[in-house]
């Protein structure tokens, strides 16, 4: 993920075709997505727009916050006392807790989540009598809708593997039951407080981490009474996150940030 920073604003009609070139692994800086910060500022906030290494806009990253967060502190443009931005018309509260050999330890409130079909915008008809969606073999998924400001199907499974989510990611993620896609998360049995999680995003395919998929597995978790409300450990290939999710599923992610390289593209 990579934080540019636009003091004029981005140019909307080329913006898409500058985001795959940034995030191209072969040409460019390489990146599973970008974060532009805005030159106009919403009532003295700074403004987000978020985009796919494909160029397609999205609505909400939870890893893609904690680095503008972490960009944010870095510049001395925030603090150490919570501070808000704004995406996607939503207001977002992010606190920098440490910083310890070039390592943020940041928190992002990401608000109230909601769970059902209407959240990720699902028709119902895609569903059987059970709420199940029929898989690409024929046998039926027991799936949970969530949405975290951005739609996500999460599935929990007996063992995750790559093979499964090969085969379940893109076929959800692009159901035609869905009204713009979602995220796939296959979520493995439950070990105290932890889970583990393979993740297929939109726009993406699979990603080793996904802030916002951490925060949707565990409110389906939740949810589901697997777990009691507090706090979570999602484990994924690319690391751990830490999710607290309340009785009201009001969620709080955080996690580390560590700064990979800066530079000024020309």
């Known amino acids: 993920m990579t934080t540019s920073s636009s003091r004029k604003g981005p140019n909307g009609s080329r913006l898409p075709d500058t985001v795959a070139e940034i995030c191209d692994r072969n040409h460019g800086v390489g990146a599973d997505g970008i974060v532009v910060l805005l030159g106009e500022r ?5 403004q987000l727009r978020m985009f796919n290494p494909d160029g397609s806009e999205f609505e909400r990253s939870g890893n ?3 680095i503008l967060a972490a960009y944010l502190y870095r510049e ?4 150490d006392t919570p501070f808000e931005v704004t995406v996607g018309g939503d207001l977002i509260r992010m606190t920098v807790h440490d910083v310890q050999d070039g390592t943020y330890d940041i928190s992002v409130e990401m608000g109230q989540a ?4 209407d959240s990720v915008g699902l028709n119902t008809s895609s569903l059987d009598s059970s709420g199940r969606i029929l898989g690409p073999d024929g046998s039926y998924l027991n799936v949970i809708p969530v949405s975290i400001g951005n739609p996500h199907l999460v599935v929990f499974v007996p063992e995750v593997s790559n093979t499964i989510l090969e085969s379940l990611g ?13 995220n796939v998360q296959l979520v493995g049995p439950l070990v105290g407080n932890r889970l583990e999680a393979a993740i297929w995003e939109r726009g993406v395919g699979p990603t080793s981490a996904s802030g916002t998929s951490a925060c949707a597995v565990a409110v389906a978790a939740i949810w589901s009474k697997k777990l009691d409300p507090g706090a979570v450990m999602i484990d994924t290939i690319g690391g751990s996150l830490e999710v607290h999710v309340n009785a009201e599923l009001e969620v709080v992610l955080r996690g580390p940030v560590t700064e990979v390289c800066t530079g000024t593209l020309i």
């Open 64 to 66: 893609g916050l904690r």
């Open 170 to 182: 893109p076929f959800l993620a692009t159901h035609s039951g869905l009204s713009n896609g979602a």
């Open 114 to 117: 909601r769970v059902g079909p």
């Open 76 to 79: 001395d443009r925030v603090g």
């Open 42 to 46: 919403l009532e003295g906030l700074p």
